[in-house]
């Protein structure tokens, strides 16, 4: 089965996370593909708009912990992280405009494709968490840019107790453009991706873009996924995902 499914319908490529048995888990083999796919889409000339979601009622729990579970080398993990950098970057480079449609709960690194997005639709029962900190890491694009949108003592609060929030909160905060019912999601994004196509000419929508983007390639982000990388190289890490696989055991620090 392909981790990755494409659709395109007119202008609107589709990219779908397709790892539905694993709540799409972000591990090294999906990320790679998912990059290939939108550094493809990025330079065909008959796509406008990429839109992102995932296969079935998860969008993406985030780094797969089984893969670092897996590891014998802190050298593995920190390639896991490399993987991820590289998505990130690539999906903040993509010459396209790109919609993030949230078909079900996000967490980790699915939760910070929400930064990384232009906009974002999302199903009104949708749970957003940020839950890095229980790992030993951070989620830097969600202290870096979610300061400015959360406010920096919510931002602080939400990476501190690696809670998460609803998709109505996550609207009311303007972390999401629209919220609709599950059957609808497909029908609400075509209907945005529609009205960018009639209202905004191409030389808007490029400028647009590159301003949005510029704030977010800004030294929060540059350094907040370095400072993830470097809490990637412990050991704790590895341990830390094996008791969760093995013994189901969750972090607790008191």
Same mark, same amino acid.
């Given at each position: ?34 990059? #290939? #796919?939108?550094?493809?889409?990025? &330079? ?172 977010? &390639? ?37």
């Amino acid at each position: 089965m392909s981790l990755i499914k494409v659709e395109r319908k007119d202008l609107v490529q589709w990219i779908i996370l397709n790892r539905p048995e694993r709540l799409n888990a972000l591990n090294r083999e999906l990320m790679r593909k998912f990059v #290939e #796919e939108l550094e493809r889409s990025g &330079k065909d000339p008959g796509v406008e708009i990429i839109v992102i979601s995932g296969e079935g009622k998860i969008f993406s729990a985030g780094i797969d912990l089984q893969e670092i579970a897996r590891a014998e080398k802190v050298e593995e993990v920190e390639d896991i992280f490399i993987h991820l950098e590289r998505m990130f970057k690539t999906l903040l480079d993509v010459p396209k405009i790109t919609i993030l449609a949230l078909n079900g709960d996000a967490y980790g690194g699915g939760a910070e494709m929400i930064w990384a997005a232009d906009i974002v639709v999302s199903v009104e029962d949708a749970k957003i968490g940020w839950a890095e900190a229980r790992w030993g890491l951070v989620p830097p694009i969600a202290i870096g840019l979610g300061s400015f949108v959360l406010g920096f003592s919510r931002a602080a609060l939400t990476a501190y107790t690696a809670s998460s929030i609803t998709a109505k909160e996550a609207y009311n905060l303007g972390l999401i453009s629209v919220l609709t019912s599950r059957d609808k999601l497909r029908e609400s994004v075509e209907e945005v991706a529609n009205n960018i196509l009639i209202n905004a000419s191409p030389e808007a929508r490029e400028s647009i873009r590159n301003m949005i983007r510029l704030v977010k &390639k800004s030294l929060f982000v540059e350094f907040g996924v370095s400072e993830l990388k470097r809490l990637s190289k412990t050991g704790e890490l590895i341990k830390r995902a094996r008791d969760f696989i093995e013994k189901k055991q969750i972090p607790r620090y008191k």
